[in-house]
């Protein structure tokens, strides 16, 4: 079958690597970058358009909330050929000294929701490509950006009793912050046999009001927009990145 079911996408409209916002938006935001760009289709969750970038040709695909949509666009991304994805985020910290607008490059993930969970039992580990989430760390030192690197959590819920608990027990393990899809992400790429690896902006610093925050960003509160232009400058600088050194290994 040519035609994905969900993302609405043909092998046609694949590009070799794709950049995975959640946000729907985020997709528009990020279409400033690129020269011709072609609008391919917006169905449930799922916008996605594709352009070049310094000459290299590029999927941008939001992909919801939650690891069960991101499982989605992998599993069918991964179908019409794309062989790179990289996600640009939003996480909450986990860890004092974390500011708004500075990114989390995912070098783990705890699997703490259920999407990765039914496909692996959870001994396999969540991690990106090691090649790729080097070209991240080189990217965001050449272009200046803020960043940290370290484990992050996945999860299911934010309303539960439990949410301050549960982020003071894994920000005493050392984790850095939490979001819903990088877990599902890293595990389903991983099994799939694709280059994965994920950007996060804080977009909620630890011990500060979530809400209050997160209403901030919606509202483009100045350092969280600036992750986000980060964010999205540094993945399309990372592919960039693997091209020339692919070109060279040819």
Known sequence: MDMQPHIRCRKEDAAKYAILPGDPQRVERAEKYLEDVKEIVFNREYKSITGYYKGIRILVMSTGMGGVSVG??????????????????????????????????????????????????????????????????????????????????????????????????????????????????FVIGGLRGVKTASILNTVNEYDMDVAENINNYVNGEEQTAQGERDEILMAFETCVRMEQKGDQNR
């Open 72 to 185: 989605i666009a992998v599993e069918e991304l991964k179908n019409i050929g794309v062989e790179t994805m990289i996600r640009i985020g939003s996480c909450g910290a986990l860890q004092k000294g974390i500011r708004l607008g500075e990114l989390i490059i995912a070098n783990g993930a705890v699997r703490d929701e259920g999407t990765s969970k039914a496909y692996v039992e959870s001994v396999y580990p969540a991690i990106p490509d090691t090649e790729l989430l080097f070209d991240m760390i080189e990217t965001a030192k050449e272009c200046g950006i803020a960043y940290h690197v370290g484990k992050v959590r996945s999860h299911d819920t934010f309303y539960t009793e439990r949410e301050e608990e549960i982020s003071r027990y894994w920000s005493d393990k050392g984790i850095l912050g939490a979001d819903m899809e990088t877990a599902a992400l």
